[in-house]
């Protein structure tokens, strides 16, 4: 594949995208029912060109955490279509009217959301983002067009042409998806440039591919994938629920961006919870690593203690690893989360009114949290339907993604002639 | 100024922008106010300076035209003043709940408007963009730093020492705006990639700084500046209405981004429009440039009218000049404003509600008028009550910004103990 075809791509990508923007929500939903009856039917067509993916992979050496990663099964693919269903009876966000006004000009005027046009995304080992995202595009009235690993583009092939097949079937122009089924990484380069055709980039992937694509890319790019996330124990909180919040947050899926990396705990309340806390997590596996005013609380006895060493604070863990800091102040813990975190979930544990308006009014994270666990930051839990990415960055959507933040609005204004005057 | 300097700058600027975010309403606009009162105060220093700039433009052999962009003047000092006394009596934006909810776990759910935090602005000649945008930026809760023209250096930094000192009066942050003094150009290429300090990038100017920045910035760019517009006039159109319509939007002010470059007129009317369209605008002095049909339609006693070569469509004449083509259907027309416009403003006029139906879903412009001038698409005239910028991209805001599109949203999650199963 060239320059040329993924210039190509793109345009074909925009003009799927015109036919797209106005077909009745019955028909694409139509179309993403044909998806999850495809991929159904197909079962064991897209299980034998992810076993080819498997194969390579093994004997290439990847670790089996990463093989299970991009490893399909007939569950999995049932969970696949399960997905697409829901997501074809969510409320289709296009045409919606908002901001009505009849202006003092006898203008009157609204906003109407419109698709965005072409989204490009560009991601790792999971071949569930295939299906999940080319639904959620086409479902607002995008085109997509998506970039997968390289590890996974025999599965991608095959569930590019399953939804290909139902876009035939219901007469939805083909270049709706466009999966780039060559491994040439350069390409990923050329696609972050495409801004005559591409409105959005949105990488799905760590933090490495996130500042990639912020650094090459002429197309708006929906920044994300890291989360550092904190908890912090006011004096005030209620330690019997406490305890749940931080096992939960911690333990629930250590490999999930909202999950707990940082513990901050008020010193009056250290000596109380700590120990609880430490023994509570080690039957689940986590090591804790402790600043030397929580070692001290912690005493000797505690399992899986160890001191924090400088980079223990700000780091996202991805694992059952989890940093104890005591702080002197609600003003210390929100300074430590201005300085050590990166604005995705972070949650006050307090009984204490006050203390949680100044932590929700001061930490500049995506989602602020108030005695619950920092794992809801999700589309689907957080009451979207579903989720195409969380955005840690300002511009356009922060936090959760889901069909709505894949739309854009035009100004629609009639008159009866108005001039300017 | 180095590139030390301007990192220093970013880190001030997060630092005042995290005092401004939670800054309550009246504290910000007594500083506005005194900003109005130190123009006044100051207006002869102020003339001072932009005298050296104007000088200095003179000796380097700038045109009159550009010239009087820059120039001030006591009563444009005074406007000035005016609108920021305007900007301060505007509704706050910051601390807005919307999209509250309780979901079926209990959790208490919503969206808080807040800051986006430092905003960085570079502009051109005109150095009263200086305090309108300083204004608006920290009247959103936001930190500025901008960068004017170089032929604006002296104006710029005497109007940055104005708004310091009513800063400082009302104790706010000194770094809240900062403007860039030194004319070095490499320092806008650093400024586009503080992403670790600056949220968002707002281009004001012609298209090749938009492009720059797009190219050159690792930040979000609000891209915009280039305004192909049209107006289409379908059979059905009430050509009483129509004519000052047409008039006003290539007349009233035809330097302006929302000024009409092309009509686009079925042919059916070709005949009865557009030979009194060419009287009327020849008495303004428009130059017409029309495709064979439009010639052969507007006949040999018109004056000022000529035919139009290849790129008179699609381009931006930021001048008394309109091309016209004639169309044999709204199909065309739409195909004309997709393949030429810039999504900036395009207009129907019509009586015909299915022809306007049609014109408004399928025209992916940032306005989209029936039966109005394309000049209204300013944030003052569509309600909005200032103007920062005008978007023609499709992220985050598109068509005119003021206040809310200078700001982003966090989630605010509120449980008792909610944990995530």
Known sequence: MTRTDLNLMGQRGLAAARILATLPPERKNLALQAIAAGLRADTAAILR???????????????????????????????????????????????????????????????????????????????????????????????????????????????????????????????????????????????????????????????????????????????????????????????????????????????ACNALDTVLVHRSVAGSLLPRMAQDLATAGVEIRADEAALAALGSGCPAVRPAAPDDFGQEFLALILSVRVVDSLDEAIEHITHYGTGHSDAILTTDEEAADRFVAEVDSAAVYVNASTRFTDGAQLGLGAEVAVSTQKLHARGPMALKELTTYKWVIEGDGHVRS
């Open 49 to 255: 060109a992810n076993a080819e993916d498997v194969d390579r992979a093994k004997a290439n050496g990847m670790s089996p955490a990463l093989v299970d990663r991009l490893l399909l099964t007939p569950e999995r693919i049932e969970g696949i279509a399960a997905e697409v269903e829901h997501v074809a009876a969510l409320p289709d966000p296009v045409g919606e009217r908002f901001d009505c006004a009849v202006l003092p000009s006898g203008l009157r005027v609204h906003k109407r959301r419109t698709p965005l046009g072409v989204i490009g995304v560009i991601y790792e080992s999971r071949p569930n983002v295939t299906v999940d995202v080319a639904v959620l595009c086409v479902k607002a009235g995008n085109a997509a067009i998506l970039r997968g690993g390289s590890e996974t583009t025999s599965s991608n092939t095959a569930l590019g042409a399953t939804i290909a097949r139902a876009f035939q079937a219901y007469e939805l122009p083909e270049a709706a998806v466009q999966v780039i089924g060559d491994p040439d990484r350069g390409l990923v380069l050329e696609l972050l440039r495409l801004h005559d055709y591409v409105s959005m980039i949105i990488p799905r992937g760590g933090a490495g591919l996130h500042q990639f694509c912020r650094k090459h890319a002429t197309i708006p790019v929906i920044t994300g994938g890291l989360g550092v996330c904190h908890v912090y124990v006011d004096p005030t909180a209620d330690l019997e629920r406490a305890l749940p919040v931080i096992h939960n947050a911690k333990v629930q899926r250590p490999s």
